[in-house]
């Protein structure tokens, strides 16, 4: 009878120090997880991340033991700059039935006797700094799927820029880049990229030597051209600007609800205007809060999402060209220049002419549309040459493709990064799932026991 009541006393201890240890080990968890979580978007301070852990365990652990057991604080271990997360945390029980077992079988004198449970937990996490530039489609086809574009877009900033998100200690900027003919920017930005010859904020391309590249819409290369951005009519999406880069959920809120799906496809200039986004060459141009760092910073990451759902089937071209040449060649031979040369790495290039003289020469070129379908076609070249230039920067592509057309699919195929960074959706519920599923891959955060 005395064994009977030993085994019994000891399978009821030890079987609530096993539960009481499980819970113990699955709220430290999700308290380590969530500390990792918001490490990889923010920086926090040691305090931070303590408080942070504490708080999460006691509030998973609160409904998970018996009453009358204390709860203590873990113990966390975090150095600012470390790329690793720890903490540990006991739970001291006591044992019912053990005094009456001593009493028993004359062990002791009846006192309450203690079981002490622990656990430990770590998570690793991504400490780059990263930039992620979203472009989408929204073009007329999308015109009965742009719910589901803004329910992916939300989607992903949920993951990427969750709400609470500390705007001056986020790791992690977005920029968003909705296009159709073209894009729409602020006004002000608008008129100045486009040294003044923008219509209604709209902006498309660039169409000579630098249509491909990422130099400043100022830039003048060594002979003291320069590649003018163009503006035709008031072709872009109706309302939803260009967001440069940002930490605040709420401005990229609020250009997706004003998505509107109208016009045709120039994805080549959705591309472009995303890498000027992400490209330091552009830090002059966007606000201070919103310039991108330079490619070689340490623990930097940048990520194009670029999304379309058709072909691309407009392009731009400009005439007066020649004309302006001459005419710049012809200041530079009679000395009539502003300025002193500098070197081309200067955003502004060889720096042969100023401000009032460029809007000048802009307002001298004529731009004109094109159109154009299939793989060959100029704005599926110009499209594919840009994301060949950015991934030659290090910029990683995911593309997704929202349609059925083959040209269109295997020109988004070759801007991606690699086959793993294509997503192709051929419905609305796959459309939301690939904007998640790059969201979690660029946050790329895991236990690592």
């Not at 992690?172 to 923008?198: C, N, W």
């Not at 709209?202 to 002979?223: F, G, I, K, L, P």
């Not at 012809?330 to 009032?356: L, M, Q």
């Amino acid at each position: 009878m005395v064994l009977l009541i030993v085994f019994a006393g000891m399978a009821i201890d030890f079987g609530m120090g096993y539960n009481t240890r499980r819970a113990v080990n699955q709220a430290l968890d999700a308290a380590v997880l969530a500390a990792a979580n918001k490490l990889s978007t923010e920086d926090l301070t040691e305090a931070d991340v303590e408080t942070l852990i504490k708080d999460y365990y006691k509030a998973n652990l609160k409904n998970s033991i018996a009453e009358g057991i204390t709860i203590k604080d873990p113990v966390v271990k975090y150095e600012l700059g470390s790329d690793v997360v720890s903490a540990s945390a006991s739970i001291e029980l006591t044992n019912n039935f053990l005094p009456i077992i001593n009493l028993l079988t004359g062990g002791g004198d009846g006192e309450n006797r203690k079981l002490e449970v622990g656990t430990s937990s770590s998570a690793r996490f991504p400490i780059n700094h990263v930039e992620v530039t979203v472009i989408v489609d929204v073009t007329g086809s999308m015109r009965s799927h742009i719910g589901a574009l803004k329910r992916a877009s939300r989607s992903m900033l949920d993951a990427l820029l969750p709400v609470g998100t500390n705007v001056q200690k986020s790791r992690i900027r977005v920029a968003l880049v909705p296009y159709s003919e073209g894009v729409r920017l602020h006004a002000s930005d608008a008129q100045k990229a486009t040294f003044t010859v923008s219509h209604g904020s709209c902006v498309h391309e660039r169409v000579r030597d630098q249509a491909a590249t990422d130099v400043a819409h100022d830039y003048e290369d060594d002979d003291g051209k320069t590649d003018y951005i163009g503006s035709i009519f008031k072709e872009c999406p109706k309302k939803a600007e260009v967001v440069p880069l940002t930490a605040d959920r709420s401005k990229i809120e609020a250009s997706i609800g004003q998505l509107e799906a109208k016009g045709t496809t120039a994805g080549h200039t959705g591309i472009a205007w995303g890498w000027y986004t992400i490209s330091p060459k552009w830090a002059g141009f966007w606000p201070t809060d919103s310039a991108p760092l330079p490619y070689d910073t340490e623990n930097l990451r940048k990520y194009a999402i670029f999304m379309t759902d058709g072909e691309f089937n407009l392009h731009y071209y400009a005439e007066k060209y020649e004309e302006v040449d001459q005419a710049r060649a012809s200041k530079i031979e009679k000395g009539e220049n502003r300025g002193p040369r500098k070197a081309g790495s200067n955003p502004n290039g060889s720096n042969y002419f100023t401000g009032p003289e460029n809007i000048k020469f802009a307002k001298e070129v004529i731009w004109k549309e094109g159109s154009s379908s299939g793989e060959l076609g100029t704005a599926s070249v110009r499209a594919k040459d840009i994301c060949t230039n950015m991934k030659a920067k290090e910029i990683t592509i995911y593309s997704v493709y929202y349609g059925s057309g083959v040209s269109a699919k295997s020109v988004m195929k070759d801007c991606a990064t690699s086959d793993s960074t294509f997503y192709h959706a051929d419905n609305e519920s796959k459309l939301i799932q690939a904007f998640e599923k790059i969201a979690n891959d660029i946050k790329d955060i895991y236990l690592s026991q």
